[in-house]
């Protein structure tokens, strides 16, 4: 069985920090290319991060670049999305997702799919 579950959301005020997680099972994430994207109401999905698998590069969304840091921890098969100094327009569900043969900013071509943890920045 192929799952993604998310962890790590909650409610802070501006500036504050979280640490989101995926935990995979089914699969090993090292190969694939991992992805973080977040949605709100009313939205569609919005590409926050990539890493390129095994190649270890990442890329970033403009509007969080020097804020929100990607990583992947292979001996727990978990990866992260560290997000610094948030803002009330970071507010959304994130989700992760991971692709083995793609590494695309559009979340229709990634195969995987977790079923979100909700982020909330208060002014």
């Known amino acids: 069985q192929v799952q993604l579950v998310e962890s790590g959301g909650g409610s802070v005020q501006s500036g504050g920090s979280l640490r989101l997680s995926c935990t995979a099972s089914?699969?090993?994430?090292?190969?694939?290319?991992m992805g973080w994207f977040r949605q709100a109401p009313g939205k569609g999905r919005e590409g926050v991060a990539r890493?390129?698998?095994?190649?270890?590069?990442?890329t970033y969304a403009d509007s969080v670049k020097g804020r929100f840091t990607i990583s992947q921890d292979k001996a727990k098969n978990t990866l992260y999305l560290q997000m610094n100094v948030l803002k009330p327009e970071d507010t959304a569900m994130y989700y992760c997702?991971?692709?083995?043969?793609?590494?695309?900013?559009?979340?229709?071509?990634?195969?995987?799919w977790g079923q979100g943890t909700q982020v909330t920045v208060s002014s």
């Open positions: 089914g699969f090993t994430i090292s190969p694939y290319c």
């Open positions: 997702a991971a692709d083995l043969y793609r590494c695309s900013w559009s979340s229709r071509e990634y195969s995987y």
């Open positions: 890493l390129y698998g095994d190649r270890g590069q990442t």
